[in-house]
């Protein structure tokens, strides 16, 4: 039986988020250049969308560029950048055939004026769709995103519009990038490393994580399911006892 048919649908992550490592080392273990990775890392993503549309899973967020990636070689960041305008104006069809929204969170003013100006077309072009929402993390980092929300929620004290009190969980979170979305219950990194990388710290303070030797682009939407698989296997106590769940 294949992990697809293992995977309960009633008990599916609603939100499930990835850190998409490994592309270049992938390559260079087969003696091709880091692009190749990034051109294959793109077809796995590819994938793994359809595999979230298959089961039912509502959002899926990738980190497809950290705000620490703009310390890489120039040539490497040039063309992580033209690998995104051409992916996402060659898949706007798909996305769209598979009722797919496109969203993108980050510091996306950063990003080269073609990207911001291709990524807001994909996105208005898919805004309809309801199947899934597949969320792009750009020159993201998640310490820069609670800052931001800080500097917004201090905004509001100053201008009398709320109180010092007012600021809890709820209004906090109301001011980070990913406000319309449910927490991800799942976070999955590919490529053997076992940490988190400045990645939706204050999101995933209950999800379960899972971490794979796999590479990103050989992640396919088998390695997803196996991963829900796994995820579905485990008790969320939420800092509870095992008695008290049912
Ligand atoms: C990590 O691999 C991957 C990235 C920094 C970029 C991820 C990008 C893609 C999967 C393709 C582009 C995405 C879109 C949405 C078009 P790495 O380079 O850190 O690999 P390494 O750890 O082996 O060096």
């Not at 850190?19 to 077809?43: C, L, P, T, Y």
């Not at 298959?54 to 990738?62: A, I, Q, R, S």
């Not at 809890?168 to 988190?196: K, V, W």
Request: glycine letters at 6%; aromatic letters at 8%; one cysteine or more.
């Amino acid at each position: 039986m294949g992990f697809k048919e293992q995977i309960d649908i009633s008990r599916l992550p609603e939100h499930i988020a990835i850190i998409m490592d490994g592309n270049g080392r992938w390559a260079k273990n087969q003696g091709k250049f880091r692009s190749f990775g990034h051109e294959s890392g793109v077809v796995s993503l590819k994938d793994v969308v359809e595999g979230c549309t298959d089961v039912g899973v509502k959002y899926l967020t990738v980190y497809a560029f950290s705000t620490e990636n703009w310390n890489r070689p120039i040539e490497e960041v040039n063309l992580l950048m033209e690998l995104l305008i051409s992916t996402i104006n060659a898949e706007i069809v798909t996305l769209n055939k598979n009722n797919v929204r496109l969203n993108a969170i980050g510091d996306i003013a950063s990003l080269p004026q073609k990207c911001i100006d291709d990524l807001k077309n994909a996105m208005d072009e898919t805004a309809k769709n309801t199947s899934c929402t597949l969320t792009l993390a750009l020159s993201y980092s998640s310490k820069w995103e609670i800052v931001q929300a800080a500097k917004k929620l201090a905004a509001q004290v100053k201008e009398g519009k709320m109180e010092i009190d007012d600021i809890n969980e709820s209004s906090f979170s109301s001011q980070l990038t990913t406000h319309s979305m449910p927490d991800p219950e799942l976070l999955i990194r590919t490529g053997g490393e076992h940490r988190i990388s400045n990645y939706l710290l204050w999101q995933i303070a209950y999800g379960e994580l899972y971490f794979t030797e796999t590479m990103w682009p050989d992640f396919m939407k088998e390695d997803l399911f196996e991963a829900i698989v796994d995820y579905q296997k485990r008790e969320r106590r939420f800092g509870k006892i095992s008695e008290q769940l049912n």
